[in-house]
């Protein structure tokens, strides 16, 4: 069996559960197996759950609102819809956290952590279809919160360059 069709059928167990949070990860995973296919509207509908901020939403894990907004620029992008695709990138501006960040992480301490990554895109999205000047100063941001990064880090990082090269950046 195909891996997307194994995950439509894990999606798919997890939506119908009467619990609440394995019903909203069967959601947001069905929305990535559509969005697979290429059913970028289907996908953005079946994502919905990531907008409603509840205690089921803090349940999911730290990495499940930040996956979502990610894959939901790149759907709005794919629609050649740029102005939405930009907005959902800016999910990491928010400052979700519950007390000092200790123990486990937090969607927030996740959110900040990817923030260069949602930043980046926003970039690269501005320099081929919206306002090539306005991306400089978030590249430059991206540029300072990168400089002694990870070895790992080096693809994003020449990402980086080359977005300020296109858009004309100093």
């Given amino acids: 069996m195909r891996l997307h069709t194994l995950a439509r059928a894990y999606a798919d167990t997890l ?82 956290l519950r007390g000092w960040p200790q123990g486990p992480p937090q969607q927030g301490e996740v959110d900040a952590m990817l923030s260069g990554l949602g930043r980046l895109r926003r970039a690269e999205l501005a320099v081929a279809h919206l306002e090539p000047s306005a991306a400089c100063e ?18 994003l990082s020449q990402r980086v360059a080359d977005a300020r090269k296109h858009a004309g950046c100093r």
Avoid at 15 to 34: C, D, F, H, K, Y
Avoid at 80 to 90: F, Q
Avoid at 138 to 147: C, Q
């Fill in 15 to 96: 939506q119908v559960t009467p619990e609440p949070v394995s019903s909203r990860l069967g959601a947001l995973l069905g929305a990535r197996v559509l969005a697979a296919r290429g059913e970028w509207l289907e996908a953005l509908d079946r994502s919905r759950p990531v907008f409603v901020l509840d205690s089921v939403a803090i349940q999911l894990g730290p990495f499940a609102r930040a996956s979502t907004y990610l894959g939901r620029g790149e759907w709005q992008g794919a629609l050649g819809d740029w102005e939405l695709a930009d907005r959902e990138w800016l999910w990491y501006e928010n400052s979700d």
């Fill in 138 to 155: 978030p590249l430059a941001r991206i540029a300072t919160l990168w400089s002694d990064r990870e070895p790992a880090w080096n693809a």
